[in-house]
């Protein structure tokens, strides 16, 4: 399937609007049957020793950040900052940062050695996305990504969900157009330009849609590893 990059629903509606709030709604509800929040708090578990200064990119309604501040263990050792083009929204944790700018402009990527991306990369073209990974090799040790996997499987899946109600229009719309610009193989380390001599690269993608990556920077002078792809 080619991926097709085009504008989501959601992102003309007026944010009050009652189609908006069933769509947020829908959206949390796929998070939670693809279990990406408890995905993002398994991975930072496997990397203490790289928690500290965290950035979430697009953290749109602040819900990842939440769920993982309310975790003690993570939000003793991670301090995370969360950027979005909309303003600071109402379940981001108090005691962490919120930065109001477009991360294709954002300029404070030195500050940070740990980026998490859920459900965001997706939405940039493969030129977007080359740029996003200069930013990224300038700093980041780790990134935590997890997208959608652009299968027929899962567009089939949203169907059935539409077709049981589960979806509305808005939010059928757009989980199967964030399917056709999601990621396959070893996709989006390439698009974002992370070659494999500096970099040491896990993914995985899921029953229920999810594309999984984990790329670490590998330290200098450790011999290149191999890198591991797994289907659910």
Known sequence: MKRIVEPEWI??????????????????????????????????????????????????????????????????????????????????????????????????????????????????????LALLGSRIRDSCRLLLALETARRGMHLAQVRALRVFGILGPVGYHDASTSIQAGFVGEELPQLLGLPSSEWHWQIRLTFFGAYQLVAERRSSGVPARTRQFRRA
């Open 11 to 128: 992102d003309q509606l007026d944010p009050a609007s009652l189609e908006a709030r069933r769509t947020r709604g829908e959206l949390r509800r796929m998070n939670a049957l693809m279990r990406n929040f408890d995905w993002f708090r398994a991975q930072l578990a496997r990397h203490p020793s790289l928690f500290g200064r965290g950035l979430e990119l697009g953290a749109g309604d602040g819900h990842l950040g939440a769920y993982l501040f309310a975790d003690p263990t993570t939000r003793r050792r991670l301090d995370l900052v969360g950027i979005d083009r909309i303003g600071r929204p109402p379940a981001w944790p108090e005691d962490w940062r919120w930065e109001q700018k477009d991360i294709l402009r954002f300029e404070g990527w030195r500050d940070f050695p740990l980026l998490l991306a859920n459900m965001v990369l997706h939405h940039f073209s493969a030129e977007e």
